[in-house]
């Protein structure tokens, strides 16, 4: 056995294929499959199956995949670690952000931050969403990921760093709009009642973001129906669709700045219209000096929008 075997077989199981896991590794379809049984006979083990479906792991290959993951995780640390010090000219990070709040102000204000102390590092930002990058944080492709709670790995800890709330946007112009800024006996500012959302125009992000399963749970959750016209993965799409009077939406506060200028929102009248963000790391690895730092930064994040 040696480190490359655990690639092997990992890399078989991503692709579910020997042909293309061969491709992909550049070794002969033929020596691949002698290092597989190879392996099998090693530990006694059947790893694969094979059927019209493809190549797939059996409850043993899954087990040994789960294992070859954190074998190779900590022979790529240890090569993190030693380049780092040897190489001290090559500095990079890598971060994952939630694609709901890498467009927000916050995460802008943590990259600025971390630039202006190590303007000579290289970061490389991946936008998903958060069980993506979980996922990733695993695997050891990126470094450390800012993300919406709760993490669902024990493999991994957390720093909660800001409460976010789902705000509403009302279309310019619109019957929403007028009925929130016309209360009479509330102030402009008070919580806006769901119910008055029942069939507006409305836009919201594509089915299967978070934003989205928020909106569908409310409208069950009060009994209302959302007339959705427009479908969008970007806020400023959104809201630019309800400063032009077109649908009004819910986005995230982080997306605006603190300076109050721009299109009006509003906080909604609902205890679950919010989200905790969290910065993460994977436990028991090795974390260099800037990954540190942006765990540092992220956390302050907090005293500095309270």
Same mark, same amino acid.
């Given at each position: 056995?040696?480190?490359?075997?655990?690639?092997?077989? #990992?890399? $078989?199981?991503?692709?579910?294929?020997?042909?293309?896991?061969?491709?992909?590794?550049?070794?002969?379809?033929?020596?691949?499959?002698?290092?597989?049984? *190879?392996?099998?006979?090693?530990?006694?083990?059947?790893?694969? #199956?094979? @059927?019209?479906? =493809?190549?797939?792991?059996?409850?043993? =290959?899954?087990?040994?995949?789960?294992?070859? *993951?954190?074998?190779?995780?900590?022979?790529?640390?240890?090569?993190?670690?030693?380049?780092?010090?040897?190489?001290?000219?090559?500095?990079?990070?890598? +971060?994952?952000?939630?694609?709901?709040?890498?467009?927000?102000?916050?995460?802008?204000?943590?990259? $600025?931050?971390? /630039?202006?102390?190590?303007? @000579?590092?290289?970061?490389?930002?991946?936008? *998903?969403?958060?069980?993506? /990058?979980?996922?990733?944080?695993?695997?050891?492709?990126?470094?450390?990921?800012?993300?919406?709670?709760?993490?669902?790995?024990?493999?991994?800890?957390?720093?909660?760093?800001?409460? @976010?709330?789902?705000?509403?946007?009302?279309?310019?112009?619109? @019957?929403?709009?007028?009925?929130?800024?016309?209360?009479?006996?509330?102030?402009? %500012?008070?919580?806006?009642? +769901?119910?008055?959302? %029942?069939?507006?125009?409305?836009?919201?992000?594509?089915? =299967? #973001?978070?934003?989205?399963?928020?909106?569908?749970? &409310?409208?069950?959750?009060?009994? $209302?129906?959302?007339?959705?016209?427009?479908?969008?993965?970007?806020?400023? &799409?959104?809201?630019?669709?309800?400063?032009?009077?077109?649908?009004?939406?819910?986005?995230?506060?982080?997306?605006?700045?603190?300076?109050?200028?721009?299109?009006?929102?509003?906080?909604?009248?609902?205890?679950?219209?919010?989200?905790?963000?969290?910065?993460?790391?994977?436990?028991?690895?090795? &974390?260099?000096?800037?990954?540190?730092?942006?765990?540092?930064?992220?956390?302050? $994040?907090?005293?500095?929008?309270?």
């Amino acid at each position: 056995m040696n480190i490359n075997d655990f690639l092997y077989i #990992t890399t $078989i199981a991503e692709k579910g294929s020997f042909t293309s896991a061969a491709k992909e590794l550049y070794i002969a379809q033929p020596s691949l499959s002698q290092r597989v049984r *190879h392996i099998e006979n090693t530990y006694e083990i059947s790893l694969f #199956t094979r @059927d019209a479906k =493809g190549t797939r792991l059996t409850p043993e =290959g899954e087990c040994f995949v789960r294992y070859a *993951h954190r074998i190779l995780n900590c022979e790529k640390e240890l090569r993190k670690e030693i380049e780092d010090m040897h190489n001290v000219e090559k500095r990079s990070l890598r +971060v994952g952000g939630s694609e709901q709040f890498v467009g927000s102000y916050l995460f802008e204000q943590m990259i $600025i931050k971390f /630039n202006d102390v190590h303007p @000579d590092v290289k970061l490389e930002i991946a936008s *998903h969403n958060s069980s993506v /990058n979980q996922e990733l944080l695993l695997q050891g492709k990126i470094d450390i990921a800012i993300i919406y709670l709760p993490v669902r790995s024990p493999e991994l800890a957390c720093k909660e760093i800001y409460h @976010d709330r789902y705000v509403l946007v009302p279309a310019v112009g619109s @019957d929403l709009e007028a009925a929130i800024t016309g209360r009479k006996k509330k102030k402009a %500012d008070a919580p806006v009642d +769901v119910r008055l959302l %029942d069939r507006c125009p409305f836009a919201t992000p594509t089915p =299967g #973001t978070q934003l989205y399963r928020f909106a569908t749970e &409310m409208q069950d959750k009060y009994g $209302i129906s959302l007339d959705i016209q427009h479908y969008g993965r970007n806020y400023s &799409m959104l809201t630019s669709l309800a400063d032009a009077g077109i649908a009004s939406t819910i986005v995230l506060e982080s997306f605006f700045y603190p300076d109050g200028k721009g299109i009006p929102y509003y906080y909604l009248d609902d205890p679950d219209a919010q989200l905790h963000i969290g910065v993460v790391w994977r436990k028991d690895s090795y &974390m260099n000096n800037y990954a540190s730092e942006f765990v540092s930064i992220a956390g302050d $994040i907090r005293k500095d929008t309270d």
